[in-house]
């Protein structure tokens, strides 16, 4: 489990709350309507006043839900409530006005207050399905910072438009260690900038996932541990850069968990938005361009556009380093001026990114280590490079494509550096990214580490890689990295 550092008391309620799913507010009228249906059963002395009690709760707490903004988990709890509340209000009222209470026997008000039970109980089993995301604590010396940047690269034509003056722009979001804020300091929004951009991102990534938006309302309600703008910390030196590109239709901030744990660390994470790819990206003049990336249902021409995309996607990967090295020169004004190592480069992605990281690696010579988590290789041209590469892979079953390993194996060889392949068990391919923290813990969706140990377990082998690659620290890689999983090593030497 994740260490705890010097953090916030708010940070311990989070850590509580996260176990419920739920806030305290949403707690409260659960508990107050769940009280509301069993004073029925409670002996007669007791009742009027357990009913009132109940109410109240119920009702102040709904109140302020109202005002705060309802999720849709809260719908059932409050549906089941209004059902009850005639049932429970009545005898009361009786009562006052000196009329006689009728209660209906317990054979005909047992299969109503089952039923209420039931409804109320939805709400927090939907609550915990579809959680509001609570980021794992940095488990490292720095806070950590974010900022989000677009560049545009003159030279390169927009190949998803027909405009031929349009250029390709990508929209990037820094992750690095931070000076501490002073207590109270709003942390960042998940999935965007402001509030708006963050339910825009998310209702894109549903509709991207075939899934009804309000399912994903958790993600945009969530704050990450870091602060927008935080000035960079005196500490660390020149630091090492760490360039992510997202999975097929991902986003910059699929891999907050990750990234916070890398910078915390001192490593500056760059995360790529890249357009007409991206699910949605809110651009700094307000326009979203949401993905043009669609299904054909014909396999050969998938797999076409996926290598057409892998490769523009590996040119904006080089495009962003590029950008990095004139924020490091002042060139670009800006806060890092003076404190990026680019001389010390990773790059590394996810899925289709994964393969975009092999393919820049390959044909950019300033990328100094490679991360691959659980992504084809799309490489029309697979070469040798000099890069050491790590490749994160879920376990490999009957319905893995069979093309897969062998491509993958085949590409690690290439390497004329030692590479690694770690596959984890109990992982699935949303494993390597921020989906366990929001969505069902279904093991064939987001497998079977739990929601904590997945970031744990993915960032653990990364830090491990990137100290030993970057900044070469002693130890044995193969010895840490096979305590996380099923470990193949690949020297260039090793024709096997």
């Not at 419920?20 to 707690?27: D, I, W």
Request: aromatic share 6%; net charge neutral.
């Amino acid at each position: 489990m994740w260490r705890r550092g010097p953090r916030a008391d708010d940070d311990r309620v989070n850590e509580i709350i996260t176990g419920l799913h739920m806030s305290p507010l949403e707690s409260l009228a659960v508990l107050g309507a769940l009280t509301l249906v069993m004073a029925r059963w409670l002996p007669p002395t007791v009742r009027p006043r357990v009913t009132i009690a109940a109410g109240a709760v119920l009702v102040l707490s709904a109140a302020v839900l109202s005002v705060t903004g309802v999720r849709w988990q809260m719908l059932p709890v409050l549906a089941g409530a209004a059902f009850t509340v005639p049932f429970a209000v009545s005898p009361l009222l009786r009562r006052r006005t000196g009329r006689p209470t009728r209660r209906a026997r317990w054979w005909l008000a047992l299969p109503g207050s089952v039923a209420c039970t039931s409804l109320i109980a939805t709400g927090p089993a939907a609550a915990w399905a579809f959680p509001v995301p609570v980021f794992p604590e940095p488990t490292g010396h720095f806070a950590v910072g974010t900022r989000v940047m677009q560049w545009t690269d003159p030279h390169r034509p927009e190949t998803a438009t027909a405009d031929p003056h349009d250029r390709r722009t990508v929209v990037v979001q820094l992750w690095y260690p931070a000076q501490h804020s002073p207590a109270g300091a709003r942390r960042a929004q998940y999935l965007g900038r402001t509030g708006p951009e963050a339910r825009t991102v998310s209702d894109a990534l549903a509709r991207y996932s075939g899934l009804p938006a309000f399912l994903l309302d958790g993600p945009p309600r969530a704050h990450t541990h870091a602060v927008f703008n935080a000035p960079v910390a005196d500490q660390g030196g020149r630091l090492p850069v760490v360039l992510f590109s997202p999975g097929l239709g991902g986003v910059r901030t699929q891999n907050t968990a990750w990234a916070e744990e890398l910078a915390s660390h001192g490593y500056v994470v760059a995360g790529l938005d890249h357009p007409y790819d991206s699910a949605a990206v809110v651009l700094a003049d307000g326009r979203t361009v949401n993905t043009k990336i669609a299904s054909t249902g014909d396999d050969d021409e998938d797999d076409k556009r996926a290598m057409e995309t892998t490769g523009v996607r590996a040119a904006d990967l080089s495009f962003v380093l590029t950008r990095l090295g004139r924020l490091d020169r002042g060139e670009s004004p800006g806060p890092l001026t003076g404190r990026l190592d680019t001389s010390r480069v990773a790059v590394t992605g996810h899925s289709l990114g994964g393969g975009a990281a092999l393919q820049a690696a390959r044909q950019d010579p300033r990328f100094d280590a490679v991360i691959n988590l659980d992504g084809y290789p799309r490489d029309p041209d697979p070469r040798p490079f000099h890069q050491p590469a790590l490749a994160l892979t879920q376990a490999i079953g009957p319905d893995t494509d069979a093309r897969y390993l062998p491509r993958l194996i085949k590409v690690l060889r290439l390497s004329t550096a030692t590479s690694y392949r770690l596959t984890i068990p109990g992982a699935a391919h949303l494993t390597f990214m921020d989906g366990p923290l929001y969505l069902p813990p279904v093991p064939s969706i987001v497998g079977s580490l739990g929601r904590a140990d997945s970031v744990h377990v993915v960032t653990a082998a990364t830090l491990a890689f990137l100290d030993t690659t970057l900044r070469h620290e002693p130890g044995d890689l193969a010895e840490v990295l096979s305590a996380y999983g099923d470990l193949s090593v690949h020297r260039p030497d090793d024709s096997g």
